[in-house]
């Protein structure tokens, strides 16, 4: 059985959409995207949907399908919240779940404003309002559900991004060590992927109560806010993200990031 670990959030649904009907030898499990880098890190997993910062510290990872999480403008599902106007933060309060957004917060952060505020922990369980930091990044289910109300400002990091590179982001992709064997379940994650964005509005009507949103707010979401697809412009999105992150020393530097290969789109030190 192959060990795959896929997020735990709404926005997985359209990747994982009768991926055991597809593939019957996988054994599929969902946690924290943070959680599963580790548990690929270590061995735990054979495949694992990672923060896209991840793929960019492990030489011996190779992106094993052009499913990806990702978006062209707002994704909704990230947030920098802050009690003070951008310029003047000094400390935030980082997600747990995901270390791709915290990564981006930096990034642009830097990028805009020249600064490099304190970082605290927003631990799984607690709202933003009982966080006293000037700014909170909040992702997944919890930051659609997010209230703005004490905050005087905020971010759809999705937006941030795309407005500033006008490029995609990709938070997350599907990922591997280089010498794993997959028996085939390449093509069968891009075939799920496929079944996943054609029925939408059904996973919609199917999770909704789970994440405690509307059947229609849910579709909405990931039919308009998100896109699964790992093409030349994510591709490109993804370079300037390592750029960036890199320079900042969030990521090693000296890195190709894609090299063709006949199944895979993988990467390793220059």
């Known amino acids: ?33 943070s959680r599963l880098a580790d548990s690929l890190d270590c061995g735990e997993l054979d495949v694992a ?60 952060l830097h990028e805009k404003y020249g600064i490099t505020p304190e970082t605290h922990p927003f631990p799984i369980g607690t709202t933003p309002e009982e ?3 000037d700014a909170v990044l909040v992702i997944g289910d919890r930051a659609i559900h997010a209230s703005d109300d004490v905050f005087v400002e905020h971010w759809d990091l999705g ?9 995609p982001f990709v938070f997350a992709m599907w990922v591997a060590h280089r010498d794993a064997d997959l028996n085939g379940l390449e093509n069968i994650l891009s075939q799920s992927r496929n079944l996943g964005v054609d029925n939408l509005e059904a996973i919609a009507e199917q999770e909704c109560a789970a994440v405690g949103l509307s059947a229609e707010i849910s579709h909405r979401y990931l039919r308009d806010n998100l896109y699964f697809n790992l093409g030349d412009r994510e591709q490109r999105g993804l370079q300037l993200f390592y750029d960036r992150a890199s320079a900042l020393g969030l990521a090693p530097q000296g890195i190709k990031l894609f090299q063709e290969g006949p199944h895979r789109i993988g990467y390793a030190v220059s």
């Not at 937006?159 to 490029?167: A, K």
Request: glycine letters at 4%; a neutral charge.
């Open 159 to 167: 937006e941030e991004w795309c407005r500033w590179s006008d490029l």
């Open 49 to 108: 949907l990672i923060p896209s910062i991840e793929f960019f510290r492990q030489p011996d990872y190779t992106i094993v399908s052009d499913a990806c999480i990702g978006c062209r403008g707002q994704v909704l599902s990230v947030k920098l919240l802050s009690r003070v106007p951008f310029a003047n933060i000094k400390s935030v309060a980082m997600d747990e779940g995901s270390r791709t957004s915290v990564a981006l917060t930096k990034i642009l």
């Open 1 to 33: 059985m192959l060990r795959i670990g896929a997020v735990s959030y709404l926005n997985t649904k359209p990747l994982v959409y009768q991926l055991e009907r597809l593939a019957p030898h996988v054994e599929l499990s969902f946690d924290l995207p």
């Open 131 to 133: 966080l006293q930091t």
